[in-house]
């Protein structure tokens, strides 16, 4: 199958035109060795079909930060060569985006170039050429709008006819006798493909071992100051795409009159940061009242489910396995849906609009103080919903080291796995949900979430104390024009993302129940096989219902789960933990969110299915097995939301930062770091509260 | 005696370096043209977006403390650092 890819600067409307062609023919896979998304669709022309890779935006082939490199090394892939390129560009800003188009130009490989938006050059006073603009780059121009649908048709057409040959020869020169050396070898096509390749050193891991030699000795023994040179390049762009302009286009002076006068609201010194914080405000008010309600039809649908499955089953092993594992376990998974829908979705809308760039614009100087970036401010709220792609959103920051303190920190944001944790422990530890005219609970929770913003503040500016990186990336970020976002795009971010989360973390989440269950019901020894003789001996027989709880309970502790707790009690009876809660926070180091499943388990392991109680009810009842009192007093419960805020339990997250840092150095820093003032932490809290 | 020259010399240098206006010291909507010969301290990335020698701009918005500002020039609207905006020399119009 023919493959294309898709190339543009930022902000120019390339993910709708994406979105319009694949249709939800759509599937995101990692790049190797990255984990930059790499969104792939299927396009059907009628009796074919073809592969279209949507590659980050870019302002040139020069990469600046780490998603740009991904552009630089898909087009010269020379393993996958690519069939041909769709380059899109904003009508109202063609000077710059034939900038990044000329260089597209010059690798002489097919492209069309798309001009989008173009429903705005009434209003912009914009009279185009496209047949001149065709005739000088040699290629199909097509004149598209995606909100008004015009123009897609044609674009499918022309991709369907597309030439297998660039028709256009690049008149790029080299006139460096060293750097021409560099076209003995084989898979360097032509003089700008070599240029590329002096400058742009992440390039050279795209040719074989040998030729790598050849490239790094024949540009060893030349001298050349790159950013000179590439500046000349621009330089010399500009000045060809000026003369081509005066023939193609005719524009009045540019007046985004709409977007000043937001803008002037916006970026206000007091209403700019009152309206962010009313934005914050209104996306966790909307996390926790509007995902509640079907939260819980999620949790009863699953706790019925189970239930309903148990009866319905034959009695035996597997009946068990799936009752008392795998329903809770996907359930567990489930219902995070709505929660993490949301808050995508208030981010994709932020986005698209332009207002993301805005709080970019306003916050940079505010994080620049803890060592951070305005474009940390993204992945930072990303974090609240899972720092996996908050971490990869921060590969757009271009300084390496405000780059690094972002992807060290984010961790300490309040996750939404760690959401049900604090839900179910903050319900045990304040029993009553109103007083003195406040919902406890959930200023209680919102507490959590300060503290999560506040630590990764501080650890930052400690941090950022000790690292030693200089980057001389200059902080430079367009304020896009305010665009309306649109439904389709909102759609598509939504079951992405939402599939991906429900399919990687569903994936260890499902594991370690298996696991957990079959660990919980065998079990070495006669204690645990006998369980019934034993417990004989020491419980009144005629009272069945104390009866089978205490076989559960003592099968329970004599299991190969039991033990496993019993042994790691030493380490965590300082900060007020029993050996079930152990387990939990064992089986959390897979994921967070493990813990309430976890748990579900243990105190349901055995104990009958019939009584369809909530998570909730079985563990407000838990009891220290060696005391009798409740397990859950108000000092265990809290010492428990310390460590869950500050401990780093991810493994998605730990492999996350190893391939983002390319190296083990951070993510085992980073895991031993906030698993210490998560335990430190806890034993303080314990302490002064018991 | 070469101290002395040294010093005078520098002296000139600040001088001509206060003469010297930059994008950060636009007032809120002014327009003027990037100075010649600026290549080396614009940023190539702002090189690459079209902003060179003799590009007429304007600057748009100040971010509180006036960091970052805001330029606009053709259909661009930039956000960069003070410190990045205080070595680029600028002529008016």
């Not at chain 1, 023919?25 to 990692?30: K, W």
């Not at chain 1, 903050?426 to 406040?438: C, E, K, R, V």
Request: charged share 20%.
């Amino acid at each position: 199958m023919k493959k294309f890819v898709l190339i543009g600067n930022p902000n120019t409307g390339k993910t709708s035109i994406f979105n319009s062609l694949t249709g939800l023919n759509q599937s995101t896979g990692n790049y190797p060795g990255i984990t930059v998304d790499k969104k792939k669709g299927a396009v059907s022309l009628g009796t074919e079909s073809l592969v279209l890779i949507d590659l980050p935006g870019t302002y040139s082939l020069e990469p600046h930060s780490v998603d740009e490199e991904i552009v630089l090394q898909e087009i010269l892939n020379i393993n996958e060569p690519i069939d041909a390129i769709i380059y899109i560009a904003d009508v109202a800003n063609l000077r710059r985006n034939l900038f990044l188009f000329s260089q597209i130009c010059d690798l002489e490989i097919p492209c069309v170039l798309v001009v989008n938006r173009i429903d705005k050059i009434k209003k912009l006073g914009i009279q185009i050429n496209q047949q001149e603009l065709s005739d000088y780059y040699k290629c199909p121009v097509v004149l598209t709008s995606i909100t008004q649908n015009i123009g897609l048709q044609e674009l499918k057409n022309t991709l369907k006819n597309s030439p297998t040959k660039s028709a256009y020869k690049s008149l790029f020169k080299l006139n460096n006798p060293d750097f021409e050396k560099l076209r003995e070898i084989e898979s360097i096509k032509n003089d700008y493909w070599v240029w590329l390749v002096v400058h742009q050193k992440c390039s050279h891991k795209l040719f074989t071992l040998e030729e790598q030699k050849r490239i790094e000795s024949i540009l060893s023994k030349t001298s050349y100051k790159s950013e000179e040179l590439l500046k000349e390049e621009a330089i010399d762009r500009y000045t060809s795409i000026d003369l081509l302009l005066n023939t193609v286009l005719k524009q009045k002076d540019i007046d985004n009159s709409i977007s000043r006068k937001i803008d002037k609201v916006l970026t206000h010194k007091y209403y700019g940061y009152l309206i962010f914080f009313a934005i914050l405000f209104l996306i966790f008010q909307a996390i926790y009242s509007w995902a509640s309600i079907p939260m819980d039809y999620i949790d009863t649908f699953f706790g019925d489910l189970s239930v309903w499955t148990s009866n319905y089953l034959p009695q035996n092993r597997i009946n068990a396995l799936i009752c008392e594992a795998l329903i809770p376990g996907i359930g567990g998974v489930v219902i995070f849906v709505p929660q993490i829908a949301i808050l995508f979705g208030f981010i994709s809308l932020l986005e698209q609009s332009g207002y993301m760039s805005r709080v970019v614009f306003i916050m940079d100087r505010f994080m620049r103080r803890f060592g951070l970036n305005g474009k940390s401010i993204v992945p930072l709220i990303s974090g609240v919903a899972c720092a996996i792609p908050a971490i990869m959103a921060a590969r757009n920051i271009d300084n390496a080291k405000e780059r690094l303190l972002t992807i060290l920190v984010v961790p300490f944001m309040t996750c939404a796995a760690r959401l049900p944790v604090y839900t179910i422990l903050i319900a045990l530890m304040i029993p009553s949900n109103t007083g003195y005219g406040f919902n406890i609970q959930g200023m209680v929770l919102m507490l959590m979430y300060l503290l999560g913003f506040v630590s990764s503040i501080v650890a930052s500016i400690l941090l950022s104390k000790l690292i030693k990186e200089e980057s001389k990336a200059v902080f430079i970020i367009e304020l896009p024009s305010y665009q309306i976002p649109q439904i389709k795009n909102l759609v598509h971010t939504l079951l992405t993302k939402t599939k991906s989360f429900v399919f990687d973390a569903g994936k260890i989440i499902v594991a370690v129940s298996i696991i957990l269950w079959v660990l919980a019901s065998f079990g070495p020894g006669k204690a645990f096989t006998n369980a019934e003789q034993y417990v004989e001996n020491t419980i009144d027989i005629n009272n069945m219902n104390t009866y089978d709880d205490a076989v559960a309970a003592y099968k329970l502790e004599h299991s190969y789960l039991g033990y496993l707790g019993k042994g790691i009690e030493p380490l965590i009876s300082p900060l007020g933990y029993d050996w079930k809660i152990g387990i939990g926070i064992l089986a959390s180091f897979a994921a967070r969110e493990v813990f309430v499943g976890t748990m579900a388990s243990i105190y349901s392991v055995g104990s009958k299915q019939e009584d369809g109680k909530t998570i909730l009810e079985k563990l407000r009842q838990a009891q220290n097995s060696t005391t009798g009192k409740p397990t859950y007093t108000f000092a265990v419960t809290l010492s428990l939301l310390i460590f869950y805020a500050f401990a780093m339990q991810c493994v998605s997250t730990i492999a996350i930062v190893k391939r983002e840092t390319n190296s083990w150095k951070w993510p085992i820093i980073q895991t031993f770091g906030m698993t210490g003032i998560a335990y430190l932490g806890a034993f303080l809290t314990y302490t002064i509260f018991s | 005696m070469t101290l002395f020259i040294f010093l005078f010399n520098l002296n000139k240098l600040i001088c001509s370096m206060q003469n010297h206006r930059t994008i950060a010291d636009l007032n809120l909507d002014e327009t003027a043209i990037i100075a010649g010969d600026q290549q080396e301290n614009i940023p190539l990335k702002l090189i690459q977006m079209g902003c060179t020698s003799n590009t007429k701009i304007r600057l748009r918005m100040k971010a509180p403390s006036s960091d970052p500002l805001c330029i606009q020039f053709g259909g661009n609207d930039i956000a960069l650092r003070l410190e990045d905006a205080k070595k680029i020399a600028i002529e008016s119009v």
